[in-house]
């Protein structure tokens, strides 16, 4: 596959990847691999990853960086501080994380159970807290940046998706203060707001055929988004060409969430 950037844009950082195996994160870790970074692939299991990062690898030529995969359940602090430590070790360093290990799946409030809840906030904001914490110090070593993948769900009321939309909400605050917090260090933050993603197992398992037309009707660019339109926003907010840019969430989604409440 040809690389929509200039071979080595990125070539000698390190980025750290949660979710990295599959889906918007599995293609956002190969993006930067294909811009020159090296990349640890980070996730609860090795099932996804071993295959990730062997076809990273397989794919490397010219100025494509390596892939590496290392387990770790973000929910978890100690977990998340020896992957870091497994990451340095084998790349002496870590200039970007990217934070997009999530869950979700589809449910009424009033039969959302406690747990369900707590759970998806628990990976998607508490488990961004934790990578960013933990890999705080090498960040502000190297005046790294942070990139969080965030979702467009909350800035209206998307039915059956409070929990995430909850958690997602969240992320964008974590996103904003820390921005602030850390740029004295050097440290830039900003999130990724997909909006409709075609070729996600998400689209494939939330969104039934007989809505998706519909949904598809409310986008002005006319079409769903796919994995490669994620791929260089975050590419682009990971390089020197946002240098400038800290704090921002930039949405990704056709202009959909601005439409969402016209008639059709």
Not at 124 to 144: I, P, S, W, Y
Not at 233 to 247: E, M
Request: net charge neutral; charged share 20%.
């Amino acid at each position: 596959m040809t690389s929509l950037f200039s071979p080595g844009i990125l070539t000698g950082h390190v980025a750290f990847v949660t979710g990295g195996g599959t889906g918007i994160t599995g293609g956002v870790a190969r993006a930067l691999s294909e811009a020159g970074a090296n990349v640890a692939l980070v996730s609860r299991s090795m099932e996804h990853l071993e295959p990730a990062a062997a076809a990273i690898n397989d794919a490397r030529t010219g100025a494509f960086g390596e892939a590496f995969a290392v387990a770790a359940d973000v929910r978890h602090p100690d977990q998340v501080a020896s992957a870091i430590a497994a990451t340095v070790e084998r790349f002496g360093r870590i200039d970007i994380v990217v934070n997009g290990a999530a869950g979700n799946f589809l449910c009424k409030p009033e039969e959302l159970s406690p747990n369900g809840f707590g759970t998806v906030v628990d990976i998607d904001l508490k488990g961004t807290f934790n990578v960013c914490r933990a890999a705080f110090e090498q960040l502000k070593q190297h005046r790294g940046q942070i990139l969080n993948i965030s979702a467009t769900l909350h800035y209206l009321g998307t039915p059956m998706q409070l929990h995430v939309s909850a958690a997602k909400a969240g992320v964008d605050a974590l996103t904003r203060n820390l921005a602030v917090e850390w740029g004295r260090y050097g440290i830039r933050v900003n999130a990724v707001a997909p909006g409709p993603i075609e070729d996600t197992e998400g689209m494939q398992r939330l969104v039934p055929e007989p809505v998706k037309e519909k949904l598809r009707q409310r986008v002005p660019l006319g079409r769903f988004g796919l994995i490669k339109d994620i791929e260089a926003a975050a590419v682009f907010l990971c390089s020197d060409a946002a240098s400038y840019i800290n704090g921002a969430v930039l949405v990704v989604d056709g202009g959909h969430w601005l439409a969402a409440n016209r008639m059709l």
